[in-house]
């Protein structure tokens, strides 16, 4: 029967490097949801378009 607690085991030290910290600023460009599914829907129409008029 196998024992019923759980191994100590620690893992890799520190996640090797890999936690992300959500509170620093990197910058970068900031934007809205909204606007790039409007983008994309807009890119969407004009691909639709161009195949039926050309």
Do not use: C, N, Q
């Not at 490097?17 to 129409?45: H, N, Q």
């Amino acid at each position: 029967m196998p024992p019923l607690r759980k191994k100590d085991s620690s893992g890799l030290a520190g996640g090797a490097g890999l936690i992300r910290y959500f509170d620093v600023d990197e910058g970068g460009p900031k934007l809205s949801p909204k606007l790039v599914m409007g983008f994309t829907l807009a890119f969407v129409i004009l691909e639709i378009l161009s195949k039926l008029l050309f």
